[in-house]
């Protein structure tokens, strides 16, 4: 399975925009990009996931870049509910997905 | 909508005893899938199941098995219990397709003792 990596911590403050990168230069043409979050003693949520165009939901944007070797999850306005471990996975199936380490976000206020 | 619903949430097992956890997915989904996570290896995927067949399996030892009825509704099970078991168990369920939604549910701690 194709691997991601992401940094293992990233801090914000309240109300600012928040940039979450994610490399995985050996992603293959079938692989989709997720993104969870996961709380503490609480299961993953899904946040969003793409193939090769951005991407925007009530929670999140993602950017993909050009050649989809990375791709960066946006955070619009950081809130502290937005303080969790971030997950990049990338998965042809959608089905099985391989979890690395993560960030995670701190969020002060 | 409901979300993925797991039973029991909480459990404690004596070392060499099996268990059983059961998962109700969202209504309409077809795939089941189960991981398991500890804080020593982090959250690894177990196996999915699609219309009652295992479809993915990951790298888990025989004692983990599990199985899908017909309503799409999942159990999995762990027999001989190890101490190294214990953890949450969280159950996902989606459509199935590579581009589909998966959602989690709240997970089972199990704890070996």
């Known amino acids: 399975d194709a691997k991601t990596t992401q940094p293992n911590s990233m801090e914000s403050n309240e109300e600012e925009p928040v940039h979450l990168p994610c490399n995985h230069s050996t992603i293959s043409g079938t692989d989709y990009i997720h993104w969870y979050r996961q709380l503490p003693s609480q299961g993953p949520e899904y946040v969003i996931h793409g193939l090769t165009s951005n991407v925007n939901n009530r929670m999140a944007s993602l950017a993909i870049a050009e050649d989809r070797k990375s791709s960066t999850l946006i955070l619009h306005r950081a809130t502290l509910r937005d303080a969790a471990v971030y997950y990049c996975?990338?998965?042809?199936?959608?089905?099985?997905?391989?979890f690395g380490k993560g960030t995670t976000l701190s969020v002060s206020s | 909508k409901a979300g993925v619903t797991q039973t029991p949430r909480y459990l404690i097992k004596t070392r060499g005893q099996q268990v059983t956890l059961s998962c109700s997915p969202i209504s309409g989904h077809r795939s089941v899938s189960w991981y398991q996570q500890t804080p020593g290896q982090g959250l690894q995927f177990l196996f999915e199941?699609?219309?009652?067949?295992?479809?993915n399996k990951g790298n888990f030892p025989g004692r983990f098995s599990g199985r899908q009825f017909s309503n799409s509704r999942s159990e999995m099970n762990v027999s001989t219990l190890e101490l190294g078991d214990s953890a949450l168990y969280l159950c996902?369920?989606?459509?199935?397709?590579?581009?589909?939604?998966?959602?989690f549910g709240e997970g089972s701690w199990l704890t070996v003792v």
């Open positions: 996902a369920s989606s459509f199935g397709g590579s581009g589909n939604t998966i959602y």
């Open positions: 996975i990338l998965s042809p199936s959608g089905t099985a997905l391989i």
């Open positions: 199941y699609f219309s009652e067949t295992q479809r």
